[in-house]
């Protein structure tokens, strides 16, 4: 993994001194602290950003836990937790399990499914009914127990765009190498980005898929303020964010290496 990250980087960045500064990976942060969500921000699908509607996003037992016993219908109500600070150049490492009851009146696709979003807007710049976050997905997803092939950490994107052998790729979601997870077991997932150029999803210590050029554009958001969708901008950067959309998900051990290289005197 060592190696792998040196090379992605010296082919990105070009410069040997920068791998060998990080090749302990000394200087990670962790986002999640095992005792309250004080530092992220939640936005949910009619709602204000802030309001943490029927306590979606709850800490017990050192996880975060994503719930909807306290809704009354789920109403679209697709949630995100966003950490408070956006990244450019990183390294994220995170933990996340599947498990319990889907909402039967979330739209079928949810089930077994959610997401760890990156690269995504300011939660402060989406409108009340905006549904998803301009963003990345890391998506997330649990076998059905039918025996069909179901790879997760494939990549999804609302409200952008990336390019994928060589150009722009029209599809919705890229599916990832992954073999397939059960639910109701741990499985952890790394992202590493480097800015608007090569971003590597790797699923319990495995390469599954690299793209490349995140960018606004696409479809699927809904809602949005036209100011901020700017067809074929170039992320640089943005917010990190743990998605709600019907299926019970928890999260732990969320942690971030800053990988942005540091400008020269």
């Given at each position: 993994?060592?190696?792998?990250?040196?090379?992605?980087?010296?082919?990105?960045?070009?410069?040997?001194?920068?791998?060998?500064?990080?090749?302990?990976?000394?200087?990670?942060?962790?986002?999640?602290?095992?005792?309250?969500?004080?530092?992220?921000?939640?936005?949910?699908?009619?709602?204000?950003?802030?309001?943490?509607?029927?306590?979606?996003?709850?800490?017990?037992?050192?996880?975060?836990?994503?719930?909807?016993?306290?809704?009354?219908?789920?109403?679209?109500?697709?949630?995100?937790?966003?950490?408070?600070?956006?990244?450019?150049?990183?390294?994220?490492?995170?933990?996340?399990?599947?498990?319990?009851?889907?909402?039967?009146?979330?739209?079928?696709?949810?089930?077994?499914?959610?997401?760890?979003?990156?690269?995504?807007?300011?939660?402060?710049?989406?409108?009340?009914?905006?549904?998803?976050?301009?963003?990345?997905?890391?998506?997330?997803?649990?076998?059905?127990?039918?025996?069909?092939?179901?790879?997760?950490?494939?990549?999804?994107?609302?409200?952008?765009?990336?390019?994928?052998?060589?150009?722009?790729?029209?599809?919705?979601?890229?599916?990832?190498?992954?073999?397939?997870?059960?639910?109701?077991?741990?499985?952890?997932?790394?992202?590493?980005?480097?800015?608007?150029?090569?971003?590597?999803?790797i699923v319990n210590g495995?390469?599954?898929?690299?793209?490349?050029?995140?960018?606004?554009?696409?479809?699927?958001?809904?809602?949005?303020?036209?100011?901020?969708?700017?067809?074929?901008?170039?992320?640089?950067?943005?917010?990190?964010?743990?998605?709600?959309e019907g299926q019970p998900?928890?999260?732990?051990?969320?942690?971030?290496?800053?990988?942005?290289?540091?400008?020269?005197?």
């Amino acid at each position: 993994m060592k190696l792998y990250y040196c090379l992605v980087t010296l082919l990105v960045l070009g410069t040997t001194a920068y791998c060998q500064r990080n090749a302990d990976k000394k200087g990670w942060k962790t986002l999640f602290n095992g005792k309250d969500i004080n530092d992220w921000v939640p936005k949910i699908n009619h709602h204000e950003v802030g309001e943490n509607y029927g306590n979606t996003f709850r800490v017990e037992d050192g996880i975060i836990k994503v719930r909807y016993d306290q809704y009354d219908v789920f109403n679209e109500q697709f949630g995100h937790l966003y950490y408070k600070q956006p990244f450019s150049y990183y390294h994220l490492v995170f933990e996340y399990r599947i498990e319990g009851e889907w909402r039967k009146d979330a739209p079928g696709y949810t089930i077994k499914n959610s997401g760890v979003m990156f690269h995504s807007q300011d939660p402060k710049s989406m409108p009340r009914e905006q549904n998803w976050p301009i963003s990345i997905e890391f998506q997330l997803l649990a076998g059905l127990g039918d025996g069909v092939a179901r790879p997760t950490g494939n990549m999804c994107s609302p409200g952008t765009d990336v390019v994928f052998d060589g150009k722009i790729d029209s599809r919705h979601c890229i599916s990832s190498s992954s073999k397939t997870y059960e639910g109701d077991q741990w499985v952890k997932g790394e992202i590493i980005v480097l800015g608007d150029s090569l971003i590597t999803h790797i699923v319990n210590g495995d390469t599954v898929l690299q793209y490349s050029k995140p960018q606004i554009g696409g479809g699927v958001v809904a809602n949005y303020d036209p100011a901020i969708k700017q067809d074929g901008k170039l992320l640089k950067e943005g917010f990190i964010a743990l998605q709600s959309e019907g299926q019970p998900v928890d999260f732990r051990n969320i942690k971030i290496l800053n990988l942005k290289p540091e400008s020269k005197k």
